[in-house]
């Protein structure tokens, strides 16, 4: 047997059919940017995510940096993030001249609300929690600290489309949701594609010109923007898989509570609350003798990654923020520790089983 760690191309065989009636509709219709599929998209995703609204965007990085200007993030600005998230966070704060300030992370890999008013200065203006592999940071605290701070908190839910924190939705627990449809997440698409949610009409005003030069109509331009945004094909498809996040989320938890049933007694698996629902973006394990697991289920056909193995205060690209090893412990521990199983809807109940068993026989 075979377990790739991902498998797009099986999920576009079942959609087939209505993607492609989708493209030639969207073909004919002429309009190819900003038009009624992204409209309706905006209006569903909002109510998705009980939110106000919505904006589609290029991707889930640019989602973040106009988060960030709409909050006014400028030259000099300080703004808190976890150390262990893909580098797209720290790159959306650098990306606004501002500097990301690290913080160490919990055991559930999100950022550790009890480290962050450590961290905050007269310059710190926004928190970004990272909603990792799915599951939903402490908003209780971060927003507690945010409000007593007065800073804004920017969720970045790239990865928790669907994820639920005391029955609220991701990206409507701060002021501003940043969600990628990147075709590896939950709703993945067939190239890039974002979107912003907000609760405030005077952002969501902000985020219409951002993402599109800067102009609040086709001859006005307010302000200095980007070109970035979810084209009609992508809207397009985005709403065809809108209608089936559901029934997939609800998969990928049905696989990650079959890992954690079957895997607590031989590795570390997530611990899920009841006051939560995590998505399992990402399905993360952490072992002992990790090199030795991953070669024998490579040897076993089973494909394993690591998310990721070195944490964002020791990327080279992060040496002039002025952070050595040491720094973040758990962070820098669990980069070691941290293994990604495969988690897919289509995930077969037989390839799960074999994934489970051979790592049980690992330990054994
Ligand atoms: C946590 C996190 N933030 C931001 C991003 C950036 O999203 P995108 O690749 O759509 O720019 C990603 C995914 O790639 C991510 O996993």
Known sequence: MKVPFVALNKQFSSLENSLLSKFKKIGKSGQYIMGDELKSFEKDFSSFCKTNYSIGVGNGSDAIVFALKAC??????EVIIPANSFIATAWAVAACNALPVFVDINDDLNINPELIENKIT?????????HYTGKIANMDLINKIAKKNNLFVIEDAAQSIGAMYKNKMAGSLGHFGCFSFHPLKNLGLYGDGGAVTVQNKKNFKIINMLRNHGLVNRDLCLIWGYNSRLDEIQAGFANIKLKKIKKWNTKHRNIALNYINNLSKKVIVPE???YEKPVYHNFIIRVKNRKKLINFLSEKKIETKIHYPIPLH???VSRDLGYKKGDMPKTEKFSNEILSLPIYPELKEIQLEYIISSINKFYA
């Open 72 to 77: 006014g993030i400028n030259y000099g600005d």
């Open 314 to 316: 020791l990327q080279p």
């Open 122 to 130: 007269k310059k710190t203006k926004a928190i970004i929690p990272v």
């Open 272 to 274: 899920e609350m009841n």
